[in-house]
């Protein structure tokens, strides 16, 4: 069989991400096959919030997530790796000053 | 980067027990070697689902087919998060879905065994599943990110798989002779089959070094196996049940059971296709995944028009 006739009929791929409960960020959970978002989201429930694990559902389609280069990361992260003076921890600070 | 350095980048990860994600570069045949190890235990869910959905309709009580239809649900579930996993590796959903069809790609060949009483409801959830949770564990930590969290998932809701077929165990050991016989009866058909789910011995499996250097398998699997045993004779004691093997005997020394020869012919007969449910199970799903195409076309075209539609109106 050849590629162009498996994948004529798929279904998108879609992204989803999951809010645990109010107050939190959504979090990636998974991806899953549907044929638009709404039937994305009802295959999110029953895929990823079987055990109420959910108060809210993004989906996004695959295709339109763009994703940093792993190979890039040195170069991409360069910029922060000699900045150590952005954390608290870099000051000295006398024994006397508390709760700082 | 050169293919040498590329190499020693994924060694050292591995090495240092950093999880390697889908566009991190990886060696083909730890890409392979994932692809179908993935897919066949997401091909293992999906089949899996069969045998027990024979029981269903005819659960003895809402309680029972409540739990059993959940947990049919789970494994459904289980196959969509791997066979996702498995797509973030490069091979589409309908590949795999074809391989299946094909008989190109194996799945467990516990599944090819029939379940003829209600008592191996119980018997599946307490040692398939059982079976299936030694191995499973272990796969929380393998190397491959997308897998790892796709495990840590199925494991979270396995155990619930486990529990509710002792349950059953146990309510037939202690009911009438009649039910006892039963529980006893399916123990005897799926006690050596489980111990098979472990895959062949450590000496006969060729992929077995390269998972565990790669840190894919964190067992082998005899010690897998042995750890099955040694756990699931003493739950047996709980049932008042007999594990139908006669070479079973504590070993002092070892520190763990010893026990009787498998008959790993049976196994490989089964693999290749001759168990006793191979073609039925290969045929119903084949016919549930034919009976709807018509679905899955009607649904691109409804999402197509309502595209269509909302494209126009824009305009």
Same mark, same amino acid.
């Given at each position: 069989?050849?590629?162009?006739?498996?994948?004529?009929?798929?279904? !998108?791929?879609?992204?989803?991400?999951?809010?645990?409960?109010?107050?939190?960020?959504?979090?990636?959970?998974?991806?899953?096959?549907?044929?638009?978002?709404?039937?994305?989201?009802?295959?999110?429930?029953?895929?990823?919030?079987?055990?109420?694990?959910?108060?809210?559902?993004?989906?996004?389609?695959?295709?339109?997530?763009?994703?940093?280069?792993?190979?890039?990361?040195? #170069?991409?992260?360069? !910029?922060?790796?000699?900045?150590?003076?952005?954390?608290?921890?870099?000051?000295?600070?006398?024994?006397?000053?508390?709760?700082? | 980067?050169?293919?040498?350095?590329?190499?020693?980048?994924?060694?050292?990860? =591995?090495?240092?027990? =950093? +999880?390697?994600?889908?566009?991190?570069?990886? !060696?083909?045949?730890?890409?392979?070697?994932?692809?179908?190890?993935?897919? @066949?235990?997401?091909?293992?869910?999906?089949?899996?689902?069969?045998?027990?959905?024979? %029981? =269903?309709?005819?659960?003895?009580?809402?309680?029972?087919?409540?739990?059993?239809?959940?947990? &049919? @649900?789970?494994?459904?579930?289980?196959?969509?998060?791997?066979?996702?996993?498995?797509?973030?590796?490069?091979?589409?959903?309908?590949?795999?879905?074809? @391989?299946?069809?094909?008989?190109?790609?194996?799945?467990?060949?516990?599944?090819?065994?029939?379940?003829?009483?209600?008592?191996?409801? *119980?018997?599946?959830?307490?040692?398939?599943?059982?079976?299936? $949770?030694?191995? /499973?564990?272990?796969?929380?930590?393998? #190397?491959?990110?997308?897998?790892?969290?796709?495990?840590?998932? &199925?494991?979270?809701?396995?155990?619930?798989? /486990?529990?509710?077929?002792?349950?059953?165990?146990?309510?037939?050991?202690?009911?009438?002779?009649?039910?006892?016989?039963?529980? /006893?009866?399916?123990?005897?058909?799926?006690?050596?089959?489980?111990?098979?789910?472990?895959?062949?011995?450590?000496?006969?499996?060729?992929?077995?070094?390269?998972?565990?250097?790669?840190? $894919?398998?964190?067992?082998?699997?005899?010690?897998?196996? /042995?750890?099955?045993?040694?756990?699931?004779?003493? @739950?047996?004691?709980?049932?008042?049940?007999?594990?139908?093997?006669?070479?079973?005997?504590?070993?002092?020394?070892?520190?763990?059971?010893?026990?009787?020869?498998?008959? %790993?012919?049976?196994?490989?007969? &089964?693999?290749? *296709?001759?168990?006793?449910?191979?073609?039925?199970?290969?045929?119903?799903?084949?016919?549930?995944?034919?009976?709807?195409?018509?679905?899955?076309?009607?649904?691109?075209?409804?999402?197509?028009?309502?595209?269509?539609?909302? +494209?126009?109106?824009?305009?």
């Amino acid at each position: 069989m050849t590629n162009d006739k498996l994948n004529k009929h798929e279904w !998108p791929l879609w992204e989803v991400f999951i809010r645990s409960k109010a107050g939190l960020d959504h979090k990636h959970a998974g991806s899953l096959h549907a044929a638009d978002a709404e039937m994305a989201i009802e295959n999110a429930r029953d895929v990823y919030t079987r055990r109420m694990e959910g108060v809210s559902i993004w989906v996004v389609e695959s295709k339109n997530i763009h994703a940093s280069d792993p190979g890039e990361s040195a #170069s991409l992260y360069d !910029p922060a790796s000699d900045k150590i003076y952005r954390h608290p921890t870099f000051y000295d600070l006398p024994d006397e000053v508390k709760y700082m | 980067m050169t293919v040498h350095s590329f190499q020693e980048h994924f060694d050292s990860l =591995i090495d240092r027990e =950093i +999880a390697i994600e889908p566009k991190d570069w990886m !060696p083909d045949d730890y890409r392979k070697t994932l692809i179908r190890q993935i897919s @066949q235990h997401a091909h293992s869910e999906i089949i899996g689902m069969l045998p027990e959905g024979n %029981w =269903i309709t005819r659960a003895p009580s809402l309680r029972r087919k409540a739990v059993l239809l959940a947990k &049919v @649900q789970d494994e459904a579930g289980h196959g969509l998060y791997l066979y996702s996993a498995a797509e973030t590796l490069g091979i589409s959903r309908d590949e795999m879905y074809d @391989q299946l069809h094909t008989g190109k790609a194996k799945y467990s060949s516990i599944f090819n065994y029939p379940t003829l009483t209600w008592a191996d409801m *119980g018997a599946i959830g307490w040692l398939v599943d059982g079976a299936a $949770i030694m191995n /499973q564990v272990p796969l929380c930590r393998t #190397s491959y990110g997308p897998y790892a969290r796709a495990m840590v998932r &199925v494991c979270k809701e396995e155990s619930f798989h /486990q529990r509710q077929g002792f349950e059953i165990m146990l309510t037939l050991s202690k009911g009438s002779e009649v039910q006892r016989k039963m529980a /006893q009866d399916a123990l005897n058909r799926w006690w050596w089959p489980s111990l098979m789910m472990f895959g062949p011995p450590d000496a006969e499996s060729p992929n077995t070094e390269s998972s565990v250097r790669w840190r $894919i398998k964190r067992f082998t699997n005899d010690e897998l196996r /042995q750890k099955f045993v040694d756990v699931t004779v003493e @739950q047996a004691k709980v049932l008042g049940l007999e594990i139908p093997d006669k070479d079973l005997k504590w070993n002092e020394e070892r520190g763990h059971y010893d026990f009787g020869k498998i008959n %790993w012919a049976e196994f490989y007969n &089964v693999i290749k *296709g001759n168990g006793p449910c191979n073609k039925q199970r290969l045929d119903a799903r084949r016919k549930a995944w034919e009976d709807g195409q018509w679905v899955r076309d009607a649904a691109m075209a409804h999402a197509a028009k309502r595209k269509e539609r909302s +494209a126009t109106k824009a305009a």
